[in-house]
Antibody, heavy 115, light 107 residues
Framework: QVTLKESGPGMLQPSQTLSLTCTFS??????????LSWLRQPSGKGLEWLAS??????YYNPSLRSRLTISKETSKNQVLLKFTSMEPADTATYYC????????WGQGVMVTVSS | DIQMTQSPASLSASLEEIVTITCQAS??????LAWYQQKPGKSPQLLIY???SLADGVPSRFSGSRSGTQYSLKISRLQVEDIGSYYC?????????FGAGTKLELK
């Protein structure tokens, strides 16, 4: 059974850097077709893909590329996301998901950007 | 970016009714399409992948189809537990984009 759980600060101030961690079990990043991705969803709105890590390759949404860094800590079964220059428009629930599509999802972590 | 135009934005249907949601891709994406269900306050769940394949554990009343660049999700007999929002997503090209969603309610 694949499980994922996101963790991170609930609130941060504008211009700060968001650091999120996805801790997963029941799968491995070395498994073929097992990418791990970050997505977000502002309250009451739609879904936006942010970044994915597949094997040793990283992929980013070009519209946010300059602000995002995805990385992995294989020994800890974790994938990390750093998101710089946060602003109120980045307030959302952030999800990690894995699979060839987004087969499995974490419960999400709500992040509020406010002064 | 590939645009996914999803319709309708909202839908009210009765129990046991047939429900159809569509997504139009702005360019050819082949079968690289998934459908997700999101219940209120919950994370999205994969329903359909590769346009027509049912994800594990998904009831057989859900089905996906494709006609050119138009994709459809069909619920053959609406149940109470099907209430929520539905999203299509293209997995053909970066950035992987979603439709704006369809909110399904009970009539």
């Amino acid at each position: 059974q694949v499980t994922l759980k996101e963790s991170g600060p609930g609130m941060l101030q504008p211009s700060q850097t968001l650091s999120l961690t996805c801790t997963f079990s029941g799968t491995s990043l070395s498994t073929s077709n097992m990418g791990l991705s970050w997505l977000r969803q502002p309250s009451g709105k739609g879904l936006e893909w942010l970044a994915s890590i597949w094997n040793n390759d990283n992929y980013y949404n070009p519209s946010l590329r300059s602000r995002l860094t995805i990385s992995k800590e294989t020994s800890k079964n974790q994938v990390l996301l750093k998101f710089t220059s946060m602003e109120p428009a980045d307030t959302a629930t952030y999800y990690c998901a894995c699979g060839y599509y987004f087969d499995y999802w974490g419960q999400g972590v709500m992040v509020t950007v406010s002064s | 970016d590939i645009q996914m135009t999803q319709s309708p934005a909202s839908l009210s249907a009765s129990l046991e009714e047939i429900v159809t949601i569509t997504c139009q891709a702005s360019q050819d994406i082949g079968n690289w399409l998934a459908w997700y269900q999101q219940k209120p306050g919950k994370s999205p769940q994969l329903l359909i992948y590769d346009a027509t394949s049912l994800a594990d554990g998904v009831p057989s009343r859900f089905s996906g189809s494709r006609s050119g660049t138009q994709y459809s999700l069909k619920i053959s007999r609406l149940q109470v537990e099907d209430i929520g929002s539905y999203y299509c997503q293209q997995a053909h090209s970066n950035p992987y984009t979603f439709g704006a969603g369809t909110k399904l309610e009970l009539k």
